[in-house]
Structure formats: structure tokens, C-alpha cells
């Protein structure tokens, strides 16, 4: 496939249960982000993956939430214990190093019931 | 840190006509980028067209085209003989050239197209 994808593309699951969402980048980017796309908030910066590099956490919004990136590639987000806040659309972005443009995927709407 | 404002949280405008969405930023850097992104009901964010602060010319993409004043830190986005398919939600977005290089958002805005 050409572009990025994420799955699942719905997620319902119940408070206190931890959940994972998978994106893919498009072959060859090496920067990978994660934002939430949330009623109150707006899209938010949630953390970046870049080559080998430690990645940027700085917006993820407390400590229940978590990622990491297996082999510069694929890309997992993790939250743990679920609330209710969580409920969101969670979209995955990648770009080529240094470029201008991401692309994004189309996202994991999470509801948190 | 920087922000970004779109004040038009809703715009409608008939088929074939042009439509323009405003957008303003805030910032103390001198060299970024601008972009605007389209959200159709699929929720699948497109890129539209993007800017490069070092550039004077505006950028175009065949019927989007944008204003870009420095100065006054406004990106607005104009849409020529508009059609059913650019219903959507557009956000504008400006990215630093430092640090993670992270999107910052506006809040978004609607437009719908009547026919």
C-alpha cells in the first residue's frame, strides 16, 4: 500500500482495559507521529519517532499512555487502565526526514464506554 | 510556544463560487512551514497545500490557492469555483523547524458546499 495505514479502525472497550493501536508509515519515512483528535481538545501532538533517535514524548498526556516503534517501522500506541477522557480519534502521520509534509493515516476512533 | 487561530468555525458557499478560510498564527520564529489539511467525513486528513515562510510567492495547487502575509502571520486559504467534494473540515497547521517538528492545529473549519 501506498500510504499509512492504522488499525483497528474502531475500538470499543470497556473502562480499566488497557488497549493497542498499530500504525503503519508509508515504506521509507523515518518519521513517524501520533496525535488525538478529541471534541475538547482539537488535534493534539501526542510523540514523535525519528531514525534511532530517543523519541519525543512531550505530549503525551499522562503516564497510562505509551509507545514505541519496532525496527524504524511499525508503530504501537498503548493505553493502559482506559477512562472514559480517552475517547478520541487517533491519528497516525509519517514523512521522509527533514520534509515538510506528513501523510496521514486514517485513524482509530477509540470509545471508552 | 506557537498557536494557531482559525475564527470561522463554520462557512458555506455555493458550487462554483470561491470561498476563502482564514487562518492566523503566532509565533517567534522566522523560518517554518504552513500547511492546510483537508478532513472529509472518512475523518482522513489531506494534505491541500503548504508554504515555506522564506518564500514570498504564494503557493497554488490548481483551485487552492493561498495568501500568505508575513508580517500581519495570516495564511488564508482560498478556494476557487468551488465543488460538492470540498465539503469537509480544513485545519491550518504550522510546523517549527525545531525540536520534533510537531503540527500545531487551528481548531478547524467546516465548509459546506451547496448546490
Known amino acids: 500500500g501506498a500510504g499509512v495505514s492504522q488499525s483497528p479502525s474502531n475500538k470499543v472497550t470497556e473502562k480499566g482495559k488497557d488497549v493497542e493501536l498499530r500504525c503503519d508509515p508509508i515504506?521509507?519515512?523515518?518519521?513517524l507521529y501520533w496525535y488525538r483528535q478529541s471534541l475538547g481538545q482539537g488535534l493534539e501532538f501526542l510523540i514523535y519517532?525519528?531514525?534511532?533517535?530517543?523519541?519525543?514524548k512531550s505530549g503525551l498526556p499522562s503516564d497510562r499512555f505509551s509507545a514505541e516503534r519496532t525496527g524504524g517501522s511499525v508503530s504501537t500506541l498503548t493505553i493502559q487502565r482506559t477512562q472514559q477522557e480517552d475517547s478520541a480519534v487517533y491519528l497516525c502521520?509519517?514523512?521522509?526526514?527533514?520534509?515538510?509534509?506528513?501523510?496521514f493515516g486514517p485513524g482509530t476512533r477509540l470509545l471508552v464506554l | 510556544a506557537q498557536t494557531v487561530t482559525q475564527s470561522q468555525p463554520e462557512m458555506s458557499v455555493q458550487e462554483a463560487e470561491t470561498v476563502t478560510l482564514s487562518c492566523t498564527y503566532d509565533?517567534?520564529?522566522?523560518?517554518?512551514?504552513l500547511f492546510w489539511y483537508k478532513q472529509p467525513p472518512s475523518r482522513q486528513m489531506i494534505l491541500v497545500i503548504r508554504?515555506?515562510?522564506?518564500?514570498?510567492q504564494n503557493a497554488t495547487e490548481n483551485r487552492f490557492s493561498v495568501n500568505f502575509q508575513k508580517a500581519a502571520k495570516s495564511f488564508s486559504l482560498k478556494i476557487s469555483d468551488s465543488q460538492l467534494g470540498d465539503a469537509a473540515m480544513y485545519f491550518c497547521?504550522?510546523?517549527?523547524?525545531?525540536?520534533?517538528?510537531?503540527?500545531?492545529f487551528g481548531q478547524g473549519t467546516r465548509l459546506t458546499i451547496n448546490p
Open positions: 502521520a509519517s514523512s521522509l526526514e527533514w520534509a515538510r509534509a506528513q501523510y
Open positions: 515504506s521509507g519515512h523515518t518519521a
Open positions: 519517532f525519528q531514525g534511532n533517535s530517543a523519541p519525543d
Open positions: 509565533t517567534s520564529e522566522s523560518d517554518y512551514y
Open positions: 508554504q515555506e515562510a522564506y518564500k514570498q
Open positions: 497547521a504550522y510546523r517549527s523547524l525545531q525540536g520534533a517538528q510537531k503540527l500545531v
